[in-house]
């Protein structure tokens, strides 16, 4: 079965330091890999994708992801993170069974510290 | 500007309510989802609409049913709420087409069930 495990439910970094969130994913097939990014009293909106061409993803807001197949991880990482990057990130796969319908991770919630 | 719209922000219900979740999107999207979204479960797929009328289960579609008579509007209805259904309920939509098409979410609905 598919599944996408994001490790830590929150994260907190200074303003300024590099933003590291981990998402590990389990496809029996080559997958389609999203970061989307929930601010406050909003839906989501996404951040990136992986759709299997370059495995270093650009997203919006400075945010990137890599795609390691070894690893069957797609963490997102930013340089230097900024307060308004503050919000949950969600990981998420597309299904096997349906190229419409997405499994999302349980969510970490990024804190930046002034 | 693309828009999904939530009837409400938020809602408050009494246990036994017929409860009405409304969702309209402007995007002519043939697909339509609702999810629940949970602290440290993510988000779950309770119904998924492909085109007007048809409808699919998700992951969780116990104790709820939808509705959509026409393309724009698909509708969440809890037929009897109880408490364990307080959650963030949130809409989305995309566009069918091959490969992946990127789903835009609602701002959600934030439902208290007493």
Known sequence: AQSVTQLGSHVSVSEGALVLLRCNYSSSVPPYLFWYVQYPNQGLQLLLKYTSAATLVKGINGFEAEFKKSETSFHLTKPSAHMSDAAEYFCAVRRVDSSYKLIFGSGTRLLVRP | ?114
């Not at chain 2, 309770?46 to 969780?60: L, P």
């Open chain 2, 1 to 114: 500007d693309v828009k999904v719209t939530q009837s409400s922000r938020y809602l408050v219900k009494r246990t036994g309510e017929k409860v009405f979740l409304e969702c309209v999107q402007d995007m002519d999207h043939e697909n339509m989802f609702w999810y629940r979204q949970d602290p440290g479960l993510g988000l779950r797929l309770i119904y998924f609409s492909y085109d007007v009328k048809m409808k699919e289960k998700g992951d969780i579609p116990e104790g709820y049913s939808v509705s959509r008579e026409k393309k724009e509007r698909f509708s969440l209805i809890l037929e009897s709420a109880s408490t364990n259904q307080t959650s963030m309920y949130l809409c989305a939509s995309s566009k069918q087409g091959a490969g992946w098409t990127e789903a835009f979410f609602g701002q959600g609905t934030r439902l208290t069930v007493v």
